[in-house]
């Protein structure tokens, strides 16, 4: 005898019928994957890691230093000064009166007279700025404390001590005037010192 339920097509699920399905269930949810987990703990810096890189960069940099230092004493430090030594040209070159052409390059004021020509060293005696001429006023004056000097380098007024010292000078074989401002002729005027300023070598007569 035929079953009547064979040849029929499967009835449609309804809501609440308590009917189940294997087509029907809800899909679990699933771990994470185990490579995920692995690529977030390396991008962790390890803190073992970091601290022994600190550690021997300290080291390194004070080694690195200590070996500059060892270094250091094979370069002796030499200063390097100006020479003393100032060729000042032919005594033709200068007119009567002051000329600042060396001041800068020899911190030296010419002067010339009627008979002689010498060389101001142009260092204030009070403590040891420059001086500068002054035409207008036919005077050197000091920037820093106002000291006052005749053409000649006599202290007139200010603090000033004493006449602004003067460079040896000679002439060469070919005629040109050579100061020399490590040697040096000084005049303590108000302490009744010797006057250099007449010793030869303080000048040149002309
Ligand atoms: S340094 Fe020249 S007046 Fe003081």
Redesign the pocket.
Same mark, same amino acid.
Do not use: E, R, V
């Given at each position: 005898m035929a079953n009547p339920e064979e040849g029929r097509a499967p009835a449609p699920l309804r809501a609440g019928s308590g009917a189940t399905t294997t087509t029907a269930a809800p899909s679990k949810p699933q771990p994470a994957a185990p490579v995920a987990t692995k690529k977030s703990s390396e991008s962790e810096p390890d803190p073992g890691k970091v601290r022994r890189r600190i550690i021997w960069t300290c080291i390194w940099g004070f080694l690195s230093a200590n070996l500059l230092m060892f270094m250091r004493f094979f370069f002796p430090r030499a200063l390097f000064e100006p020479s003393t030594i100032c060729d000042l040209g032919p005594p033709s070159d200068y007119l009567l009166g002051v000329s600042d052409r060396y001041k800068q390059r020899c911190r030296i004021y010419v002067v010339r007279e009627p008979t002689r020509i010498f060389a101001i060293f142009a260092k %204030?005696t009070?403590? +040891?700025?420059t001086?500068d001429w002054k035409p207008s006023e036919n005077k050197f004056k %000091?920037p820093?404390? +106002?000291?006052g000097y005749t053409p000649e380098g006599i202290n007139f007024e200010?603090?000033?001590p004493r006449p602004m010292d003067r460079a040896h000078i000679e002439l060469d074989s070919s005629g040109r005037m050579i100061a020399n401002t490590s040697h040096l002729y000084s005049w303590y005027k108000s302490q009744g010192g010797k006057d250099e300023f007449e010793e030869p070598g303080a000048y040149i007569s002309v």
């Open positions: %204030c009070h403590l +040891g700025c001086p %000091c820093c404390h +106002g000291s200010g603090p000033a």
